[in-house]
């Protein structure tokens, strides 16, 4: 019999697994509580329980060469950046194509996940499902959690005395859908995430006074990078990477904050983070600066303390007779149909292999898809996950459960040391590309790029120099695609298509050449200046 793997959600998390499943010739089902697939992307103009919220305006911050599932390109028409309503067109699309919708059961809630009481000897789980008030119980091999990380609200209202007796009103960034019902209103956006300088902005065109308060400030950057190519495609590449990775620290965080800084000084807009060198995700936001810059938001400190009607920050100036705050707070991570003991989510601390399995659980039956967080993008990070995790499942019918991992881990021998060693996910931020790397070297598809640079010099200088796009890992081994070539070889053009809606010349394509140049110029220019230090 095959094994029966149980799917929560069918955002894209869940696609990209409903498909790995099928790839390993799992027999999947899904079950969705909303109507359709694209999970966040599914927008709504009220917020409802149990999933992800968006406002009205939301457009990606990973474009779209960088953000799609591996084997399926965006039409070259796309913009780079794509409102909501393009990228869910996009996922349902993927969903038609690949033939995914009859494995989902929509507007089916799972109510809870538990273990059989052979689940020590099976590695089996029992799932109570529930639809139009009807529950029910069905026992899986295995279970891939894939409900999102954008759904629980981080409301931090303890942290501020005096909240509860401001006379306006408050809501949580999920709550928020558009500027329209502040329109001539004092708002107070609390916390500089992406949400919240979305909505900073959005509202200064219609709101009377906009300020946001931020407790250790952020990086906000512009989706349009040097030359004008999108930031993801010139800063997400393994050449950048190498040279971040072979740097000094010291050297590579001075580089990091005067590259942050290259577009304006954010230490003059307030801008500027507490910790400058930590990796912590940047705001993308094009218009942020110059509404700083007009006088239409204004960037405060944390709140010491609120009052009927106004907020102290913690400098000691006051925003008065405010009408509504803002709390841009981002959110928790919460499981609510699984034991805690089976994913630890106190105090947003989940441990979790690789970002993946519990590794408490001595058997890999149950997998977590989509909560690692790099500056990568969610798809493809997601299609990797459930690869890697739908090959681990299949092995639970090959192998007896309890040593199914070590099992699998055991044929990657040269990652043993690497795979053994847990990731004990805090801040679950993690490095893209060795993430990536990582995971494709478990299931043999990490690119080879010196095999690559003898056998095809054209595609290696673009794997190696260009964007770390999707296609690079079904480019070899297991699940290979045969159109990832092409697709690498031709993703400058789809991003320049777009936007040359008035071509006059040949469209213009970054010069990998001089990238070799330089990093072979770059020890032979070190090993210069030594020898004449040392001579
Ligand atoms: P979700 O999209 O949240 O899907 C989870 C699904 O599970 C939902 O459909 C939900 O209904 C279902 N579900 C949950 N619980 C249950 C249950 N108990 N029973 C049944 N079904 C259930 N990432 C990027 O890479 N690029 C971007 O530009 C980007 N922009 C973003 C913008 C915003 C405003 C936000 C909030 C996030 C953004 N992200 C972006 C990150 C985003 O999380 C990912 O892009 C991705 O959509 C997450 O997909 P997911 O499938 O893991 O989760
Ligand atoms: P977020 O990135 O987690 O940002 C939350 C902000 O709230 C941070 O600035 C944080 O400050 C602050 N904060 C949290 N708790 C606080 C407290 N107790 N007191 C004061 N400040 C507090 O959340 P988000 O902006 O909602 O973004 C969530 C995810 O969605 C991110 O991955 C983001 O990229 C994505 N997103 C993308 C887009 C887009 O593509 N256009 C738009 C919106 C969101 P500290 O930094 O000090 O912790």
Redesign the pocket.
């Known amino acids: 019999m095959r094994t029966r793997v149980a799917i ?8 990209a697994s409903i498909r790995c499943c099928l790839e390993e010739g799992l027999e999947p089902t899904c ?4 109507s359709d ?6 927008f709504s103009d009220h917020a ?1 329980e ?3 919220s ?2 009205q305006s ?5 474009s779209k060469e960088m ?1 799609c599932f591996p084997d399926f390109p965006y039409p070259d028409d796309y913009p780079n ?1 794509m409102h ?1 309503s393009q ?1 869910q067109e996009y996922i349902r699309t993927f969903a038609q194509k690949k033939d995914l919708l009859r494995y989902i059961k929509f507007e ?4 809870s996940i538990k273990k059989c009481p052979s689940f020590l000897v099976t590695g089996q789980w029992d799932i109570v ?1 529930e639809k139009d008030g009807n529950q029910e119980s069905i026992i899986f091999d295995a279970v891939m959690i ?6 629980y609200p981080n409301l931090p209202t303890n942290s501020f005395p005096g909240l509860e007796k401001f006379q306006g009103s408050y809501l949580h960034s999920r709550d928020y859908k558009g500027p329209e019902v502040f329109r001539g209103k004092r708002v107070l956006v609390i916390g500089l995430g ?2 919240g300088s ?1 909505i900073a902005v959005e509202l200064s065109r219609l709101a009377a006074q906009v300020m946001i308060s931020t407790r250790s400030g952020s990086w906000v950057m512009s989706r349009v990078w040097d030359d004008g190519y999108p930031w993801d495609m010139v800063y997400v590449t393994r050449f950048a990477s190498f040279l971040r990775n072979i740097l000094p620290p010291f050297v590579s965080d001075w580089l990091y904050v005067k590259k942050m800084n290259t577009w304006f000084k954010h230490e003059n807009y307030g801008l500027v983070p507490l910790n400058g060198p930590l990796r912590k995700e940047p705001v993308f936001n094009d218009e942020l600066p110059s509404r700083i810059l007009c006088g239409a938001v204004s960037i405060k400190p944390n709140v010491k303390q609120f009052t009927e009607t106004s907020a102290v920050f913690e400098d000691g100036t006051v925003f008065e007779a405010i009408d509504s705050i803002i709390f841009a707070t981002g ?1 928790d991570y919460a499981y ?2 699984l034991d805690d003991s089976v994913i630890k989510s106190r105090n947003n601390e989940v441990t979790l292999f690789k970002g993946v399995f519990p590794p408490q659980l001595g058997t890999p039956t149950l997998a977590v ?3 690692v967080q790099s500056l ?4 493809p ?2 299609d990797l996950q459930a690869r890697w995790a739908a090959k681990v499942m299949r092995g639970i019918k090959e192998t007896p459960p309890r040593s199914a991992l070590s099992s699998w881990v055991n044929t990657s021998k040269q990652n043993r040391p690497k795979v053994w060693g847990l990731c004990f996910c805090q801040t679950l931020q993690t490095d893209y590309i060795t993430y990536m790397d990582e995971l494709g070297s478990f299931i043999g598809t990490k690119p080879n790029i010196p095999w690559l640079f003898l056998t095809d010099p054209q595609l290696a200088l673009e794997v190696y120099f260009g964007p770390c796009s999707p296609y690079q890992f079904r480019l070899m081994g297991p699940g290979k695609w045969d159109g990832a070539r092409n697709a690498i070889l031709t993703q400058w053009d789809r991003t320049v298509k777009p936007t040359r809606t008035r071509a006059i010349r040949e469209a213009q394509r970054p010069r990998h050449f001089f990238n070799l140049l330089k990093m072979i110029s770059f020890p032979v220019l070190l090993l210069a200046i030594l020898l004449i230090f040392y001579s």
């Open positions: 929560i959600g069918a955002g894209v998390s869940g696609l079950f969705e509580r909303g697939v694209g999970g966040l992307w599914k409802e149990g999933r992800a968006i406002y939301v457009v990606t911050n990973s953000m950046y909501h990228l089916t809630v799972v109510t499902v894939c409900s999102g990380h954008h759904v992406n949400s979305d959110y609510p149909f898809i989509g909560l990568g993008a969610a798809i990070t997601a």
